[in-house]
């Protein structure tokens, strides 16, 4: 089940679309997305060459009310 490491900040801000989010806008180098109808921002630091930590991908899941399961359907 937890198959959250290594995972590209890229790829993760592209199942967050699949799963309904928009992109807001993009300051510095984090991506702020929001959902119609949800009181959460989700902000997702974009860093080249380096992968999402675990604890802050697991705490956006949670934000979004997502489980690990249905975020890697969409990841892959």
Request: charged letters at 20%; a positive charge.
């Amino acid at each position: 089940m937890s198959g959250l490491h290594n995972l590209k900040p890229q790829g993760v801000v592209k199942a967050f679309e699949k799963a309904g989010w928009n992109v807001v806008r993009q300051t510095g180098s984090h991506v702020i997305l929001s959902r119609e109808g949800h009181p959460c921002v989700l902000s997702i630091p974009v860093h080249k060459g380096k992968p999402m930590k675990q604890g802050l991908l697991r705490k956006l899941l949670e934000l979004a009310g997502m489980s690990v399961d249905a975020f890697l359907k969409l990841y892959t």
